[in-house]
């Protein structure tokens, strides 16, 4: 089972994409050797290291009402050289 829910399409991570890395956001219950297996057998790749980043959940006020805007776990995903992801 994939824990890679979607690639984040910003201009950062567009970036980061021309240089290797590819960022994901996955499951908060996912660690790095199972976004490695996940990103290497859904794009047949050779993944060089995974970095992970927690966003913190966010408050929100919408018509006097307190909310919250759910945090969520990204990861940058580094490949081999000369590998890449068409995500297009």
């Given at each position: 089972?994939?824990?890679?829910?979607?690639?984040?399409?910003?201009?950062?991570?567009?970036?980061?994409?021309?240089?290797?890395?590819?960022?994901?956001?996955?499951?908060?219950?996912?660690?790095?050797?199972e976004?490695?297996?996940?990103?290497?057998?859904?794009?047949?790749?050779?993944?060089?290291k995974?970095?992970?980043?927690?966003?913190?959940?966010?408050?929100?006020?919408?018509?006097?009402?307190?909310?919250?805007?759910?945090?969520?776990?990204?990861?940058?995903?580094?490949?081999?050289?000369?590998?890449?992801?068409?995500?297009?």
């Open positions: 089972m994939s824990k890679l829910i979607n690639p984040i399409i910003s201009e950062k991570a567009n970036t980061l994409s021309s240089g290797g890395a590819y960022t994901f956001r996955v499951e908060k219950g996912a660690n790095k050797l976004i490695k297996k996940s990103v290497e057998d859904l794009f047949k790749v050779n993944v060089r995974v970095n992970l980043v927690t966003i913190p959940p966010k408050k929100r006020i919408v018509r006097g009402k307190v909310g919250f805007k759910s945090g969520y776990k990204k990861a940058i995903v580094y490949l081999k050289k000369g590998q890449k992801i068409d995500l297009a």
